[in-house]
């Protein structure tokens, strides 16, 4: 298995072994009991860790430069020296000349991306599984005042471009909305990855069809690890042009990049972030981590660990307990069938998890933070 097997998370002091694991111990927030009964609440615990990358704790890197910017006064509104770093560090990592905004969130991040480059008259087409179609709350269509969002399928959470040849060709003129964007998730929500081909193929037909190519990069640094390529390999090189940078699910407590590698996109995106109640007074909390993050590929290392541990969950799956995975392991997380008693049992034991493709479909995710002892207690759970 590339990148050998994981290392078991040592006691709280002194972890040996492998740098990385030793970042890990010690860092975890408290685990609290869930008041079932008198008897539970001294046995149970809730296990949160495979229920999302958002419950990781912050990576010891980003607390201590959030810990660093919090020890005296700086200049508010992104007038900081953390602010003007982050946007260096970007486009050193993307090897061009882009610019740079933090947001709060996700949603924010991807919904004011397309509000910049869509009018209320225009669409964008997306997967149908896409995380601005079905966990975004309308923020898309709200912030773009109207734009449509035109929903397509594709395997595996990838969109079918014949599928969006169609949905264009079924838009008739002035009666409906103008095609003006396509947006692809990479990874994609159901944990696959978008190889260079795929994405330049996309890219191919967006120039075609005069669209504008929008990446949702919630997980973009599980892709940039699986694929073992350049970010610019899978952007700007191939036509994307605007991408949200996720940082929230690789080890920062909030913020996300917005970066236009078209410089002209982004005119006058500074007011939209500000009028959307996204531009933070104190920019650096935001900032610092990042900056910890972008620094001797923290971001990289943090991605590749939360894809080993994926696929380490997937082979120990089926190996022991014969739960074989649902889609093929290409970032960090795992689908998997589990028969609805078995889910219900683990539930009891208290791990937390997502159903996310009925009947049986389930979700289990890794982070930064998983450690060879989650996946053991979670194996030994399956096979009590």
Same mark, same amino acid.
């Given at each position: 298995?590339?990148? =050998?097997?994981?290392? @078991?998370?040592?006691?709280?002091?002194?972890?040996?072994?492998?740098?990385?694991?030793?970042?890990?111990?010690g860092s975890? +927030?408290p685990?609290?009991a869930?008041s079932?009964s008198?008897?539970?609440m001294?046995?149970?615990?809730e296990?949160h860790e495979?229920?999302?990358?958002?419950?990781?704790? %912050?990576?010891? &890197?980003?607390?201590?430069?959030l810990?660093?910017a919090?020890?005296?006064?700086?200049p508010?509104y992104?007038e900081?020296?953390w602010?003007?770093r982050?946007?260096?560090q970007?486009?050193?990592?993307?090897?061009?000349d882009?610019e740079?905004?933090?947001v709060?969130?996700?949603t924010?991040?991807?919904a004011? @991306?397309?509000a910049?480059?869509?009018?209320?008259f225009h669409?964008v087409?997306?997967? $149908? *599984?896409?995380h601005i *179609?079905t966990?975004?709350c =309308?923020?898309?269509?709200?912030?773009t005042?109207?734009s449509?969002l035109?929903v397509?399928?594709?395997? #595996?959470g990838? %969109?079918? %471009?014949?599928?969006?040849?169609?949905?264009?060709?079924?838009?008739?003129e002035?009666?409906? *909305?103008?095609?003006r964007? %396509?947006?692809?998730?990479?990874?994609t &929500?159901?944990?696959?990855?978008?190889?260079c081909?795929?994405?330049?193929?996309i @890219?191919?037909?967006?120039?075609? /069809?005069?669209?504008?190519?929008?990446?949702?990069?919630?997980?973009?640094a599980n892709?940039?690890?699986?694929? #073992?390529c350049h970010?610019?390999?899978v952007?700007?090189?191939l036509g994307?042009?605007?991408?949200?940078?996720?940082?929230?699910?690789?080890?920062? =407590?909030?913020?996300e990049?917005?970066i236009?590698?078209?410089?002209?996109?982004?005119?006058?995106?500074?007011?939209?972030?500000? $009028? @959307?109640? $996204?531009?933070?007074s104190?920019?650096?909390?935001?900032?610092?981590p990042?900056t910890a993050l972008?620094?001797? =590929?923290?971001w990289?290392?943090?991605?590749q *660990?939360?894809?080993?541990?994926?696929r380490?969950?997937?082979?120990?799956?089926?190996?022991e307990?014969?739960?074989d995975?649902?889609?093929?392991?290409e970032?960090?997380s795992?689908?998997?069938?589990?028969?609805?008693?078995?889910?219900?049992?683990?539930?009891? /034991?208290?791990? #937390?998890?997502?159903?996310?493709v009925e009947?049986d479909?389930?979700?289990?995710?890794c982070?930064?933070?998983?450690?060879?002892?989650d996946i053991?207690d979670?194996?030994a759970? +399956?096979?009590d």
């Open positions: 298995m590339p990148g =050998g097997p994981l290392r @078991a998370k040592a006691q709280r002091g002194q972890p040996p072994g492998d740098p990385f694991w030793r970042r890990t111990v975890r +927030l685990i609290s869930r079932i008198k008897i539970e001294s046995t149970r615990r296990r495979f229920a999302s990358d958002n419950t990781a704790p %912050i990576c010891p &890197e980003a607390l201590a430069a810990e660093e919090n020890a005296t006064a700086a508010s992104g900081d020296r602010t003007a982050v946007c260096e970007v486009r050193e990592l993307f090897e061009t882009c740079v905004f933090l709060f969130n996700g924010a991040a991807n004011l @991306a397309l910049q480059i869509c009018q209320s669409s087409i997306c997967h $149908q *599984h896409a *179609h966990d975004e =309308g923020a898309p269509e709200f912030f005042k109207g449509k035109l397509i399928g594709g395997a #595996d990838k %969109i079918d %471009i014949a599928q969006a040849e169609a949905v264009i060709a079924r838009q008739p002035l009666h409906a *909305h103008k095609p964007a %396509i947006s692809i998730t990479q990874a &929500e159901f944990g696959t990855v978008y190889t081909e795929e994405i330049a193929a @890219a191919d037909f967006a120039q075609r /069809r005069k669209l504008l190519l929008h990446m949702d990069g919630a997980r973009f892709a940039i690890a699986a694929l #073992d970010p610019k390999d952007t700007w090189e994307v042009d605007v991408l949200c940078f996720g940082g929230t699910k690789n080890g920062v =407590g909030a913020g990049l917005v236009f590698f078209k410089k002209e996109l982004a005119r006058e995106f500074d007011y939209r972030v500000k $009028q @959307a109640g $996204q531009l933070a104190k920019l650096r909390f935001l900032a610092a990042w972008l620094k001797d =590929g923290v990289l290392r943090n991605a *660990h939360a894809n080993r541990a994926a380490e969950l997937a082979q120990r799956l089926a190996d307990t014969k739960i995975k649902y889609i093929p392991v970032a960090n795992v689908f998997v069938r589990i028969q609805g008693n078995v889910a219900t049992a683990l539930r009891a /034991r208290g791990w #937390d998890f997502y159903k996310f009947p479909v389930y979700r289990l995710m982070s930064w933070a998983t450690s060879e002892s053991a979670l194996i759970d +399956l096979k």
